[in-house]
């Protein structure tokens, strides 16, 4: 049996949503474009139904119409997120200075890049293999990609020189950790996940430096859930920050923006 036939098809369908997989047949198609041999595909599939992400074992996640590079254990960007990269496109323009932390893959600032054309863009992360997979991706974009705890890696020269800083910073609570699927669980860095008791501690070092490293009028971009929107503003205006929220519906997404004000 040929398995890029329909028959092929329809055995890893029927075994995917025999295990729950509610888009079996979309993730089908993927691990079959994936896989060179009939073992390979059909160990392929036996990862998916043990719980593994699908985009670390195709080894690629679609993120704003990229498909971005996303090794075992990196954490997997979310449709979600995608919000977070409009909005940061909206306020910058070709040339900007963008600093991506916490970038795991390195998918915001390499999708800013195709948005806006050609950037400035300087990406960090403190889990090496997240630094490892970014600067796979970031490469295409001439983009660099820093290993280090938060702003600490980062060039002195950028401070006071940053357009956008967009943080995608881990926001589930500790206690919360253990409710999330099996697939972020299990098979993604805790560090990407744990924001601390509330989900915000490092949202709070994110924008405690924020005002030194943006330049006057840039912009601090964060996801955050809607509950802990109101608790984000705060962080941003004790900061120094003029805080403003957004939403998207469609996508489960809420964004909260810092700006520095442009005097002072």
């Not at 509610?22 to 036996?46: K, Q, S, W, Y």
């Amino acid at each position: 049996m040929d398995f890029h036939d329909d028959a092929g098809y329809t055995l890893v369908v029927t075994r995917l949503r025999a295990a729950g997989c509610v888009f079996a047949e979309e993730e089908a198609r993927l691990l079959i474009a994936a896989a060179r041999t009939p073992a390979e595909l059909a160990a392929m599939a036996d990862r998916r139904i043990a719980g593994l992400p699908l985009e670390h074992i195709i080894g690629w996640a679609e993120f704003c119409g990229l498909r971005i590079t996303v090794d075992p254990g990196v954490f997997v960007p979310r449709r979600r997120t995608e919000f977070l990269v409009r909005q940061a496109a909206a306020f910058a323009r070709p040339g900007a200075v963008v600093v991506d932390l916490c970038c795991g893959s390195g998918a915001l600032g390499v999708a800013l890049a195709a948005a806006l054309g050609r950037i400035e863009l300087h990406s960090a992360d403190i889990d090496p293999a997240a630094v490892r997979c970014a600067r796979r991706n970031v490469a295409d974009v001439l983009g660099r990609v820093y290993e280090g705890d938060l702003y600490e890696p980062l060039p002195a020269t950028l401070r006071g020189r940053v357009d956008i800083l967009v943080a995608n910073t881990p926001y589930v609570p500790t206690e919360a950790i253990r409710l999330l699927p099996p697939e972020a669980r299990l098979h993604e860095a805790r560090v990407a996940l744990d924001g601390g008791a509330d989900g915000l501690d490092v949202q709070r070092r994110v924008a405690a430096e924020a005002p030194l490293w943006l330049a006057p009028g840039g912009h601090l971009l964060v996801e955050a859930s809607g509950r802990q929107a109101p608790q984000t503003v705060e962080i941003f205006a004790r900061s120094g920050l003029t805080p403003q929220v957004i939403g998207s519906d469609e996508l489960d997404a809420t964004v909260v923006i810092g700006t520095r004000p442009a005097a002072g």
